[in-house]
T-cell receptor, first 112, second 114 residues
Framework: GQQLNQSPQSMFIQEGEDVSMNCTSS?????WLWYKQDPGEGPVLLIA?????ELTSNGRLTAQFGITRKDSFLNISASIPSDVGIYFC????????????FGKGTKLTVNP | EAQVTQNPRYLITVTGKKLTVTCSQN?????MSWYRQDPGLGLRQIYY???????DKGDVPEGYKVSRKEKRNFPLILESPSPNQTSLYFC?????????????FGPGTRLTVT
């Protein structure tokens, strides 16, 4: 089945630094989603991407849908302590299955 | 407030004792799904439902059952829990259709089977 390779697995950064993470796959996806999970809570949607090549921002977050439709990246600029959490990418499988395939997550730690 | 609720939030049980985790959403969403989250394995889909009385297996359905008798509710049933079902479980829901991929997650249910 479809798999998403998300990297890095974890990151330790200083407050104020920029962060970049990505997801790749050998499969094509019609939609890419980026979620954040705070400790003890469910994932919350950050950004949704619907077209190949699309670049979308949400505050300090920027995400892009790769041209090949097999990859996506998420950037966080000027990180702050509340950015701590696990970030997941998810790809929507086409063909009417409505299935979301999730990456294994990037755990972000921000040191004040 | 639009939300997905799950109960209980925490559950400790013994092997073989049937249990049900409830899930309810107040957004009139067609699609509902159950996931389990385990360290290093990410979110894995257990079962999903595209509408009332329509359910299908996800990637890890063994040992689980679901039902969708009402649009808002999607309970997860473990008929005979085993220790390998110790995990963090999430229910999720969303609309179906183009551009409707904002999937809402519940707060999670942490299950321990001894």
């Amino acid at each position: 089945g479809q798999q998403l390779n998300q990297s890095p697995q974890s990151m330790f950064i200083q407050e104020g630094e920029d962060v970049s993470m990505n997801c790749t796959s050998s499969s094509i996806f019609n939609t890419w989603l980026w979620y954040k999970q705070d400790p003890g809570e469910g994932p919350v949607l950050l950004i949704a991407l619907y077209k190949a090549g699309e670049l979308t921002s949400n505050g300090r977050l920027t995400a892009q849908f790769g041209i090949t439709r097999k990859d996506s990246f998420l950037n966080i600029s000027a990180s702050i302590p509340s950015d701590v959490g696990i970030y997941f990418c998810a790809g929507l499988v086409g063909g009417g299955s409505e299935k979301l395939v999730f990456g294994k997550g990037t755990k972000l730690t921000v040191n004040p | 407030e639009a939300q997905v609720t799950q109960n209980p939030r925490y559950l400790i049980t013994v092997t073989g004792k049937k249990l049900t985790v409830t899930c309810s959403q107040n957004m009139n969403h067609e699609y509902m799904s159950w996931y389990r989250q385990d360290p290093g394995l990410g979110l894995r889909q257990i079962y999903y439902s595209m509408n009332v009385e329509v359910t299908d297996k996800g990637d890890v359905p063994e040992g689980y059952k679901v039902s969708r008798k009402e649009k808002r509710n999607f309970p997860l049933i473990l008929e005979s829990p085993s220790p390998n079902q110790t995990s963090l479980y999430f229910c999720a829901s969303r609309r179906l259709g183009t551009g409707a991929y904002e999937q809402y997650f519940g707060p999670g249910t942490r299950l321990t089977v001894t």
